[in-house]
């Protein structure tokens, strides 16, 4: 097959910004330019062109401070694909055994030279203050319940490769609302692009308040279902509850894992997303999980075009301004 060499030119005047924090604070036409940059990585990545020596000379650094599987690594290939260094930091072996601060291990690590720092940390806003403390850019991999851009991003994409458009799509996320950070980012995102959304789970996990800001809530997926085209299955954190938010992990599944026999009420093409790590057996079963309506491992594979898109452009020549 013969391949195109991607030429993106420098990072397009529109947009400003050397961090990416959240959707939150995005526009539709920021969210959409992200999500077309990461389009066109695809299309090489496709074709056979696995370096893409955008970031040559760059160094990013991955700031982690609680696990993480595809994000961790997903942030590493698309920073290697673009020709980047890149540095993983163990927080369990690093200096803030010794006392050292968040801030001045961020600082002391940027003075090595670092360009992008790429944190993930329990405390929401842990991204914000890094980047009002830092001259280099900085992207938010997850910052506790509050938000996971890259990965509303990744979601919002695979929706949009399998259906075109997210005006007037019926989205619903589905579990633990109150501890997700991918369930806002998505929110917000989603929101934006023109789809409808609705959270559903149990009552203790998801908020009337979502209403405020034009967002349907449920507790029953039996009754959204036949009127969803996409369904998103989150995860329960349990290792953010202090209390039991349902009586049992079985009660649970009864009640709000995808199988077969809640996909035969749905309609024909619904989409069937998960962030990930998935508990088989719990959000949703191995059936539907490797059946065809399942675009988890497509999620994977845009995420590392999504991180691409976003580590140019916060990193590549163009303008900034502070945040």
């Known amino acids: 097959m013969a391949t195109e060499t991607?030429?993106?030119?420098?990072?397009?005047?529109?947009?400003?910004?050397?961090?990416?924090?959240?959707?939150?604070?995005?526009?539709?036409?920021?969210i959409t330019l992200i999500l077309d940059k990461a389009m066109v990585f695809k299309r090489a990545i496709v074709q056979g062109q696995r370096k893409i020596p955008l970031l040559t000379g760059k160094t990013c650094v991955n700031l982690f401070f609680?696990?993480?599987?595809?994000?961790?690594?997903?942030?590493?290939l698309a920073a290697r694909r673009l020709g980047a260094d890149t540095v993983d930091f163990s927080s369990s072996t690093s200096s803030l055994s010794k006392g050292?601060?968040?801030?001045?291990?961020?600082?002391?690590?940027?003075?090595?030279?670092?360009?992008?720092?790429?944190v993930r940390h329990r405390t929401p806003g842990s991204p914000r203050l890094l980047a009002e403390n830092l001259q280099c850019s900085v992207i938010n991999a997850g910052d506790g319940p509050h938000e996971h851009p890259t990965q509303g991003l990744l979601d919002i994409m695979t929706v949009r490769e399998r259906r075109g458009s997210l005006e007037g799509l019926t989205?619903?996320?589905?579990?633990?609302?109150?501890?997700?950070?991918?369930?806002?980012?998505?929110?917000?995102?989603?929101?934006?692009?023109?789809?409808?959304?609705?959270?559903?789970?149990?009552?203790?996990l998801v908020s009337p308040?979502?209403?405020?800001i034009g967002v349907e809530y449920s507790y029953s997926l039996d009754d959204i279902l036949p009127r969803v085209d996409v369904l998103n299955l989150l995860r329960i954190q349990f290792e953010r509850?202090?209390?039991?938010?349902?009586?049992?992990?079985?009660?649970?599944?009864h009640l709000y894992a995808m199988d077969h026999h809640?996909?035969?009420?749905?309609?024909?093409?619904?989409?069937?997303?998960?962030?990930?790590?998935?508990?088989?057996?719990?959000?949703?079963?191995?059936?539907v999980a490797d059946g065809p309506q399942s675009a988890i491992l497509e999620q994977v594979t845009n995420g590392v075009c999504v991180r691409m898109a976003v580590l140019w452009l916060v990193a590549g020549d163009g303008p900034r301004v502070d945040i």
């Open 6 to 30: 991607v030429d993106l030119g420098t990072v397009p005047d529109s947009w400003t910004r050397r961090h990416l924090l959240g959707l939150e604070e995005l526009s539709a036409a920021e």
């Open 66 to 76: 609680e696990n993480s599987t595809r994000t961790r690594t997903s942030f590493s």
């Open 100 to 118: 050292e601060t968040f801030i001045d291990t961020a600082k002391n690590l940027e003075a090595m030279g670092v360009d992008v720092v790429i």
């Open 171 to 204: 989205v619903a996320l589905v579990g633990d609302i109150a501890h997700s950070r991918t369930a806002r980012s998505n929110i917000w995102g989603l929101k934006k692009l023109g789809a409808h959304v609705i959270v559903c789970g149990p009552s203790t």
């Open 209 to 212: 308040r979502w209403a405020e």
């Open 241 to 253: 509850q202090y209390t039991r938010p349902f009586p049992s992990v079985r009660e649970y599944a």
């Open 262 to 287: 809640r996909l035969a009420r749905a309609k024909s093409d619904i989409l069937i997303l998960a962030p990930g790590p998935i508990n088989r057996g719990v959000e949703v079963t191995p059936d």
